[in-house]
C-alpha cells in the first residue's frame, strides 16, 4: 500500500506486546559459526571461486573450504551446462 504523504512514519498508536509475552516467544539465536558456514555456502552456490572463498574466510588452504562448504546443489548440472554452453557459443 502506497502511502500519499510523506510525514515520517511514526509508532503512535502502535500497541507494543507486553514484557510477558515477549519473553513467552522463542527467539533462535544461530551461534556466528552457523551464519559463517551458510555464507561460505551461498557464496559457492553464487559462484564465487574456492581461492576466493578462502581467501575470505582465512583458510590457508583452498581445499579445506571445498571440504568444509561445498555441498551438492539442486539444478547445479543444469546451470554449469549453460554456462559450458554459453562459453562454446561465445568462441564459436
Same mark, same amino acid.
Not at 513467552?24 to 581461492?51: C, K, M, Q, T, W
Not at 573450504?65 to 543444469?78: D, I, M, P
Given at each position: 500500500?502506497?502511502?500519499?504523504?510523506?510525514?515520517?512514519?511514526?509508532?503512535?498508536?502502535l500497541v507494543w506486546p507486553s514484557p510477558s509475552a515477549m519473553m513467552?516467544? !522463542?527467539?533462535?539465536?544461530?551461534?556466528?559459526?552457523?551464519? /559463517?558456514?551458510?555464507? #561460505?555456502? =551461498?557464496?559457492?552456490?553464487?559462484?564465487?571461486?574456492?581461492?576466493t572463498l578462502a581467501d575470505l574466510l582465512g583458510h590457508e588452504d !583452498?581445499?579445506?573450504?571445498?571440504?568444509?562448504?561445498?555441498? /551438492?546443489?539442486?539444478? #547445479?548440472? =543444469?546451470?554449469?551446462?549453460?554456462?559450458?554452453?554459453?562459453?562454446?557459443?561465445?568462441?564459436?
Open positions: 500500500m502506497r502511502r500519499e504523504s510523506t510525514a515520517p512514519v511514526s509508532n503512535e498508536g513467552a516467544v !522463542p527467539v533462535v539465536r544461530p551461534p556466528p559459526h552457523a551464519l /559463517r558456514h551458510l555464507f #561460505a555456502s =551461498e557464496a559457492i552456490n553464487e559462484g564465487v571461486d574456492v581461492y !583452498p581445499a579445506f573450504a571445498l571440504r568444509r562448504y561445498v555441498h /551438492r546443489v539442486t539444478g #547445479a548440472v =543444469e546451470k554449469a551446462r549453460k554456462a559450458i554452453g554459453r562459453r562454446y557459443r561465445a568462441a564459436a
